[in-house]
């Protein structure tokens, strides 16, 4: 009994002709034993060194190609925090927190080179952490797609409700956003600024509903930045579905518009900006940028100068190969004897 009892547990029936259950053994296939077709390729001296010769030669000509691109790339860069404050005004922070004291200011521009249409313009922001964790958490996507959703603060905590009531769009991203505007003027004419598409589509018809207005918005003690229109849906207010797509990075750039006008050489443009984003309470700096663009962008030498440089690392260890190659050559082993290279029979 006790020899009946322990074959049965073992999953076995004591009649040896009897199957064996609950195995686990997987049904016979060449991809479970592994031995499907592959590329197993051996790396001679020769192979290696043509290797590092091919991704150099390919290499090299798109990092340059990439940097004469950003090169061609014409840039206007203007801090004007520091410059907008009153020479009369020692405390910055006290001058910005002063809503009695005027913030126009007026700075002037001058083109370095030509500039074809579309100009760019981006306001600059430096030190700001936009990807700290409890920054980024602080939104309600629920919220800003779906108008029956506004009471959907649960995340946006310390900016979520006023007085009871719930704040749309909430959270502290939403209550940040940019208010400095800026205004051009070119040879005595304004120049018109284009802000329509300067958000990405997907973000407008997906992350903001048609249907969902600010409400409660900058309403309290502490105003953070922009007011928005409590008559326009949120969809359409892409000021905000710029800024709320957060940056990974301290220094980051937003769009703000497009001047579709060409600007020539040494043409002088007047910009009377409202200097009223608050940078000064954590030590962040703010710049305004024009730019043009090329086919690979806007100016950014980082993609050229890493092509160029994995191009010039692979020549130099092509070089370095050859020259051991040359100078003390070692002879190859019979790649027959390799075990996956022998024939069944051999074995």
Same mark, same amino acid.
């Given at each position: 009994m006790s020899s009946q009892a322990v074959g049965s547990s073992s999953g076995g029936s004591g009649d040896g002709d009897a199957p064996r259950r609950n195995s686990r053994k997987p049904k016979y296939s060449k991809f479970t034993q592994q031995e499907l077709p592959a590329c197993k390729p051996i790396l001679t001296p020769k192979w290696v060194i043509s290797v590092f010769l091919l991704v150099g030669i390919i290499f090299v000509p798109i990092g340059l190609v990439s940097l004469m691109a950003s090169r061609k790339v014409v840039e206007v860069v203007d801090r004007?925090?520091?410059?907008? !404050? =009153?020479? %009369?005004?020692?405390?910055k922070l006290a001058y910005i927190q002063? /809503?009695?004291?005027?913030?126009?200011? &007026?700075?002037?521009?001058? #083109?370095?080179?030509?500039? %074809?249409?579309?100009?760019? !313009?981006?306001?600059?922001?430096?030190?700001?952490?936009? %990807?700290?964790?409890?920054?980024?958490?602080?939104?309600?996507?629920?919220?800003?797609?779906?108008?029956?959703? +506004? %009471?959907?603060?649960?995340?946006?905590? =310390?900016?979520?409700?006023?007085?009871? &009531?719930?704040? #749309?769009?909430?959270?502290?991203? +939403?209550? /940040?956003?940019?208010?400095d505007t800026y205004a051009f003027v070119h040879n005595s004419k304004t120049l018109t600024v284009n802000k329509s598409d300067i958000s990405w589509k997907s973000d407008r018809e997906h992350k903001f509903g048609s249907n969902v207005f600010p409400k409660n918005f900058q309403k309290g003690a502490l105003i953070g930045g922009k007011a928005l229109d409590p008559n326009l849906p949120l969809s359409k207010q892409e000021d905000l579905i710029v800024w709320m797509r957060t940056a990974a990075l301290p220094t980051f750039r937003k769009l703000y518009g497009r001047i579709l006008v060409d600007l020539k050489q040494n043409d002088t443009i007047t910009v009377t900006l409202e200097n009223n984003y608050n940078t000064y309470s954590f030590g962040g700096k703010k710049k305004l940028v024009l730019s043009t663009s090329t086919w690979l962008g806007g100016k950014n030498d980082f993609l050229g100068l890493a092509y160029l440089t994995v191009g010039a690392l692979c020549f130099f260890l092509a070089f370095t190969f050859t020259l051991l190659y040359l100078i003390k050559p070692r002879k190859l082993g019979d790649s027959n004897y390799l075990s996956w290279n022998r024939s069944p029979a051999g074995r």
């Amino acid at each position: 009994m006790s020899s009946q009892a322990v074959g049965s547990s073992s999953g076995g029936s004591g009649d040896g002709d009897a199957p064996r259950r609950n195995s686990r053994k997987p049904k016979y296939s060449k991809f479970t034993q592994q031995e499907l077709p592959a590329c197993k390729p051996i790396l001679t001296p020769k192979w290696v060194i043509s290797v590092f010769l091919l991704v150099g030669i390919i290499f090299v000509p798109i990092g340059l190609v990439s940097l004469m691109a950003s090169r061609k790339v014409v840039e206007v860069v203007d801090r004007y925090d520091d410059a907008c !404050v =009153p020479d %009369n005004m020692t405390d910055k922070l006290a001058y910005i927190q002063n /809503s009695t004291i005027p913030k126009t200011c &007026t700075r002037t521009l001058k #083109v370095p080179k030509d500039m %074809n249409s579309p100009i760019f !313009v981006y306001y600059q922001l430096d030190n700001f952490y936009q %990807n700290h964790r409890r920054y980024v958490k602080s939104r309600s996507d629920t919220q800003l797609r779906d108008a029956n959703k +506004a %009471n959907d603060t649960s995340t946006c905590d =310390p900016e979520g409700m006023i007085n009871g &009531t719930a704040i #749309v769009p909430c959270g502290l991203i +939403a209550w /940040s956003i940019f208010n400095d505007t800026y205004a051009f003027v070119h040879n005595s004419k304004t120049l018109t600024v284009n802000k329509s598409d300067i958000s990405w589509k997907s973000d407008r018809e997906h992350k903001f509903g048609s249907n969902v207005f600010p409400k409660n918005f900058q309403k309290g003690a502490l105003i953070g930045g922009k007011a928005l229109d409590p008559n326009l849906p949120l969809s359409k207010q892409e000021d905000l579905i710029v800024w709320m797509r957060t940056a990974a990075l301290p220094t980051f750039r937003k769009l703000y518009g497009r001047i579709l006008v060409d600007l020539k050489q040494n043409d002088t443009i007047t910009v009377t900006l409202e200097n009223n984003y608050n940078t000064y309470s954590f030590g962040g700096k703010k710049k305004l940028v024009l730019s043009t663009s090329t086919w690979l962008g806007g100016k950014n030498d980082f993609l050229g100068l890493a092509y160029l440089t994995v191009g010039a690392l692979c020549f130099f260890l092509a070089f370095t190969f050859t020259l051991l190659y040359l100078i003390k050559p070692r002879k190859l082993g019979d790649s027959n004897y390799l075990s996956w290279n022998r024939s069944p029979a051999g074995r």
